[in-house]
């Protein structure tokens, strides 16, 4: 096959030499202990512990849940202010919980919560904050937490795009009450399917690790009406083997997005994504932004134009959630145009570790034609 007819998906998940996952689980077939906290479990829960600089960390069978189950460790009630520039599943753990989503805007730059629109949206039914590292942009840290404070807010953080970042040199997991991680196979680092929430809290551990595992306190006493949310053994040895390779997996990726920045930077009508300040950052994402009346093409344009050479950008993220089917007339979208105006230019372009850098002059050439 032509490299140039060959199909480039937005990502591809990194996975280990067949033969270093075998020697992995073999272990697994000594001991037949599939799941339920086994050495595997404890020896990754041990590893991203170190890796990620947290205090805590309970893993889970997704991100989703991860972000679920702490929001039910904390047992709120009431509204809680997110933004609606995000996956499907920020705004559905809110909800699935029964508390109110309310929706702030985002900061165009990074398309991060924007702190100076949140003690606007404070009433008095308001519990907490969850703000999301998009792309791996990374929050307001610093002015969110000052909020959370005057206001006694809990701050729960979607990390899912930010595996392995650091702010001032301190673990992006260790920020707010809590931040959970996604392990999906689409993100940088993954377990299969897999997830962790960080915290510092014992007693939210407690909490957490009740939901996690049905309630059950030991063989006899079940003191709470927990779920299922375990990572399993498999899932587990894949993440120690990912995790020899993650930042091996990161330099890869940042040569990608250096190599798509040098092709792209400057074009009229084309914005690319904020390099921030303090923050070791991890490629997840290469988001492209487009203005049509100065591009002279629409975002969906481009999209439609890269496809045509089986080339799969994606909307990501669009539609907001505020905009999702089963909100309509459910929730109040808020006022939120910057957000508005995100989801409407954005294409996310492919970025993996082994894409090619010639893969991605093909993709910039279709584009800057
Ligand atoms: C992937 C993702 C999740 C959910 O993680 P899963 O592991 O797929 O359940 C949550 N939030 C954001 C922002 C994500 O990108």
Redesign the pocket.
């Known amino acids: 096959m032509k490299n140039s007819d060959k199909k480039i998906l937005v990502t591809r998940s990194s996975i280990p030499p067949v033969d270093e996952y075998m020697e992995e689980i073999k272990e697994i077939w000594d001991s037949h202990w599939l799941t339920n906290f086994g050495s595997k479990h404890r020896e990754l829960s041990e590893k991203l512990k170190s890796y990620l600089g947290v205090e805590r960390i309970q893993l889970t069978v ?6 679920e189950y702490a929001l039910s460790a904390l047992k709120l009630e009431g509204e809680v202010i997110t933004t609606p520039f ?2 499907a ?2 705004t559905h ?1 809110i909800v699935r919980n029964g508390l109110i989503p309310v929706f702030c805007d985002v900061l165009p730059d990074t398309g991060t919560i924007d702190p100076s629109k949140i003690e606007d949206l404070i009433t008095d039914r308001t519990c907490a904050i969850v703000p ?1 590292h ?1 792309y791996g942009n990374i929050c307001d840290t610093e002015a969110i937490e000052d909020i959370a404070k005057r206001h006694n807010l809990k701050v729960i953080y ?1 990390a ?2 930010a595996f392995g970042e650091t702010y001032k040199g301190k673990g992006i997991g260790s920020f707010g009450d809590a931040s ?1 991680f ?3 196979a ?2 940088v680092y993954n377990t299969i ?3 962790a929430v960080c915290f510092d809290d014992e007693e939210f551990g407690r909490a957490l690790y009740g939901l996690i595992n049905f309630g059950i306190r030991n063989a006899e006493t079940v003191t709470g009406v927990g779920g299922n949310a375990k990572m399993n053994e498999f899932c587990a040895a894949m993440g120690l083997c990912n995790l020899r390779r993650v930042d091996d997996d990161i330099a890869k990726r940042e040569k990608c997005a250096g190599r798509y920045r040098k092709r792209l930077e400057g074009t009229a009508g084309i914005r690319l994504n904020t390099v921030q300040k303090d923050v070791r950052t991890n490629y997840a994402y290469f988001p492209v932004f487009f203005d049509p009346k100065v591009f002279g093409k629409s975002r969906d344009e481009v999209k439609d134009a890269l496809a045509g050479h089986d080339i799969l950008a994606r909307k990501y993220f669009y539609p907001l959630t505020s905009e999702f089917d089963c909100y309509k007339g459910v929730l109040d979208p808020g006022e939120t145009p910057e957000a508005i105006k995100l989801a409407s230019e954005v294409l996310t372009l492919p970025i993996y570790p082994d894409l090619s850098l010639e893969d991605i002059d093909r993709i910039c050439d279709i584009i800057l034609e």
Do not use: P, R
């Open positions: 997704n991100g989703h849940l991860a972000l995000t996956f599943s920020t753990a999301v998009v979607d899912a795009h959970i996604s392990f999906h689409t993100k399917e897999g997830g």
